[in-house]
């Protein structure tokens, strides 16, 4: 199965990136190019009622600039826990007053155009399988590590998402059960390890102590996080070396179970975190070699994302291409 443009229903698509500070939403066509797009404020302050508005305008707009017709659906990346199935966002972090939201039937009525809802990991997979360093494979895991950790896991060409969609949360695998408080309420979870909130909080840890000097030092503007961390690791500080270690060899052995059960040709690591580099990934791939099944690891390729800033655009209109996907 090759992607290419001709399989698909749809030769466009609208995408929608709905993210706590900026909303986007764009026009991109099957080869990938983005036709049109825009960027605004989210202003989720100002409630729910205010947000899903202003993502019915952007899709309006997109649609108008781009001269799409009525009948290309719309996709809707979108934080959760969400069920797209019944178009439901259940809880939202960083949206104010989101819980239970019916997202996908109310864009439906202001927008008048059939809508997708995906959660937004799992929508980044998609994108990479569609339009990034996952074309042309048909079996893959993407893990996105930024404020949190999400992904999505791609088999025989179909996104995985389990019988509500909500499958695919990749960053609440626990690898220590003796491990740090995570976000969600369990303990020892991948990201509980190594995104931006938990590399922060431990490395203002080690500056409150005393031992994380050369991190504050890096620290513009006396922001603590994952720069600043990657940064002193760079020059050699023992303390952000050790802290990469340990975030490392927690993602590493995550993946490693990841690749024992779905055998996947290729990993995709994307997010800010990722970018930190070799002082990361090393430990990372040390961690899949003593916890992965050599049979099974042997030709499984570690890869970062080809999307960037752009992965959330891409996934949300991949949405409607990978709906009729063969």
């Known amino acids: ?169 990749l960053g609440h695998v626990s690898v220590d059960l003796s491990g740090p408080r995570c976000t969600c309420g369990s303990s020892g979870c991948i990201e509980a390890f190594c995104s931006s909130w938990s590399l922060t909080y431990e490395a203002t840890l080690l500056v409150a102590s005393g031992r994380g000097a050369a991190i504050q030092a890096a620290a513009k503007n006396g922001k603590i996080g994952p720069r600043a961390i990657g940064s002193a690791a760079a020059n050699g500080d023992p303390a952000a070396l050790a802290l990469l270690e340990r975030a490392g060899t927690a993602l590493g052995a995550g993946l490693a179970n990841f690749i024992n059960i779905f055998n996947p040709e290729i990993i995709v690591l994307g997010g800010g975190v990722s970018e930190i580099g070799e002082n990361l990934l090393n430990p990372v791939r040390r961690a899949i070699d003593a916890f992965a099944m050599p049979v099974i690891r042997e030709r499984v390729q570690l890869v970062g994302s080809s999307l960037g800033l752009k992965t959330g655009i891409y996934g949300s209109a991949a949405l409607v291409f990978h709906e009729n996907h063969p």
């Open 1 to 169: 199965m090759n992607n290419t443009s001709n399989q698909f229903i749809h030769q466009v698509a609208l995408g929608v990136d709905l993210g706590g500070t900026n909303l986007r939403s764009a026009a991109v066509n099957a080869n990938g190019t983005i036709v049109y797009e825009t960027r605004r404020p989210t202003g989720a302050s100002e409630g729910v009622d205010a947000v899903i508005n202003r993502i019915a305008d952007a899709v309006l707009e997109a649609a108008d600039e781009a001269n799409v017709g009525p009948d290309v659906p719309v996709g809707v990346a979108a934080p959760g826990p969400l069920d797209p199935r019944a178009g439901v966002v259940h809880f939202a972090p960083n949206l104010p007053g989101w819980r239970n939201i019916q997202l996908r039937d109310r864009l439906q009525e202001l927008t008048g155009r059939r809508v997708l809802l995906g959660n937004d990991a799992n929508a980044a997979a998609l994108g990479e399988f569609i339009f990034g360093v996952g074309r042309g494979i048909q079996n893959m895991i993407f893990v996105g590590i930024g404020t949190g950790v999400g992904g999505g896991v791609i088999s025989e060409g179909r996104l995985i998402d389990g019988a509500r969609g909500m499958g695919g949360e």
